[in-house]
C-alpha cells in the first residue's frame, strides 16, 4: 500500500459527501434556472432597446431628409432641425441635415455653422457634405472655391444632383464651358439618364451663347428622353418637357423661323394649357401677323 493511499481515498469519500452536501435541491435548482433566465431577459431587453434606439434615430433622420426633399424647408429649419441636434447633439448627420435647411431658407451664417459642427464631429469625408460647402461658398462670394468642391463632391459620387448643382453653379459664374461638361456629366449619371434638365439647362446655355444650332438639338435631346421614359399617363406633361418645346420655340424664333417657332411653342402649351410663357409667345407672334 502506498504510503497515505486510506488519506488519499478518505479525502475522496469525504469530497464526494462534501459535493452531496452542497448540491442545490430541487427549489435551489429552479432558483438558478430562474436567474439565469431573468439574465438571458436582461440583457435581450437590453440589445432590443438599443436597437429601438437606432431605428428611432433613423425614423427621426429619414423624417428630416423627406421634409427637405419634400420642399418644407421652414418646417426643416425652424422646428424639426432644432428638435433633431437638440436630441442627437453628438450626431454629425443631425447637424449636417440641419446645415442644409438653413442653407436652403437663405439662413448662411447658421447653416456655415452647423456644417462646420457637422465636420468637426465626422469630418468631410461624404460628398454629400463638400456639395453643400461648395454651394455655400457661392452663396458668398467664392465661385472658384465653390467649383473645386462641387467638382470634387461630384467627382467622388457620380451623384446627378451634385453634376447639377456644379453646372449651375458655373453657369452663375460665368464659366459656360463648364457648366455644360457639368450638364454632360449629370446626363451620363444612372439618373441622368431618364432625366431632362441637363439637356434643358445646356440649351439655354447654348441658346445665350448664340449656339441655336447646338442648342435645338440639346432641346430635342430632352424631348426624347421624356418620350422613352414616359408612362404613357394621362397627366399634365412634366415642366422641363413643357420647358423643352417653348425654348425650342424661342431658338427657331430667334433663327428668324417663325412658323417652326409657333409649332412649339403650341406644343408646349398643349403640353400645359396654363404655361404662361408659351401663351405669352403666341399671342405676340399672333399680334405680328395682324
Same mark, same amino acid.
Given at each position: 500500500?502506498?504510503?497515505? &493511499? ?19 435541491? #430541487?427549489?435551489?435548482?429552479? &432558483? ?10 436582461? +440583457?435581450?431587453?437590453?440589445?432590443? /432597446?438599443?436597437?429601438?434606439? %437606432? ?36 450626431? &454629425? ?19 456655415? /455653422? ?14 454629400? =457634405? ?10 458668398? &462670394?467664392?465661385?472658384? #472655391? ?42 451620363? $449619371? ?14 439655354? +446655355?447654348?441658346?445665350? %451663347? ?5 442648342? =435645338? ?11 422613352? $421614359?414616359?408612362? #404613357?399617363?394621362?397627366?399634365?406633361? /412634366? ?39 408659351? =401663351? ?7 399680334? /405680328?401677323?395682324?
Amino acid at each position: 500500500m502506498r504510503p497515505g &493511499g486510506h488519506l488519499h481515498v478518505a479525502h475522496a469519500c469525504a469530497t464526494g459527501r462534501e459535493a452531496r452536501r452542497r448540491r442545490p435541491t #430541487g427549489g435551489a435548482r429552479h &432558483g438558478a434556472l430562474v436567474g439565469g433566465a431573468w439574465l438571458l431577459g436582461a +440583457l435581450l431587453l437590453g440589445a432590443l /432597446s438599443l436597437g429601438g434606439l %437606432a431605428w428611432a434615430q433613423a425614423a427621426e433622420f429619414a423624417q428630416m431628409e423627406a421634409l427637405l426633399a419634400q420642399g418644407y424647408y421652414n418646417s426643416a429649419a425652424r422646428l424639426n432641425g432644432p428638435e433633431l441636434v437638440a436630441r442627437f447633439p453628438d450626431e &454629425g448627420r443631425a447637424h449636417f441635415l440641419f446645415a442644409r435647411a438653413l442653407y436652403l431658407t437663405g439662413d448662411l451664417e447658421r447653416a456655415a /455653422s452647423a456644417l462646420d459642427r457637422a465636420i468637426a464631429l465626422e469630418g468631410d469625408a461624404d460628398p454629400a =457634405i463638400v456639395n453643400l460647402q461648395g454651394l455655400l461658398r457661392a452663396a458668398t &462670394g467664392d465661385p472658384v #472655391g465653390a467649383l473645386r468642391a462641387l467638382q470634387n463632391a461630384f467627382l467622388r459620387s457620380r451623384d446627378y444632383r451634385f453634376a447639377m448643382d456644379w453646372g449651375r453653379v458655373a453657369w452663375q459664374a460665368g464659366r459656360y464651358d463648364e457648366a455644360i461638361a457639368a450638364f454632360d456629366a449629370a446626363a451620363d $449619371t444612372e439618373r441622368g439618364r431618364a432625366e431632362l434638365w441637363p439637356y434643358v439647362d445646356k440649351g439655354r +446655355l447654348l441658346m445665350y %451663347a448664340g449656339r441655336l444650332d447646338e442648342a =435645338i438639338a440639346s432641346f430635342n435631346a430632352a424631348i426624347d428622353v421624356f418620350e422613352a $421614359t414616359d408612362p #404613357g399617363e394621362a397627366r399634365p406633361g /412634366s415642366p422641363a418637357y413643357v420647358e423643352a418645346y417653348y425654348r425650342l420655340g424661342e431658338a427657331y424664333e430667334l433663327l428668324g423661323e417663325v412658323d417652326r417657332a409657333e409649332v412649339n411653342y403650341r406644343a408646349a402649351r398643349s403640353a400645359d394649357p396654363n404655361y404662361g410663357p408659351a =401663351i405669352q409667345a403666341l399671342d405676340r407672334l399672333s399680334r /405680328s401677323f395682324e
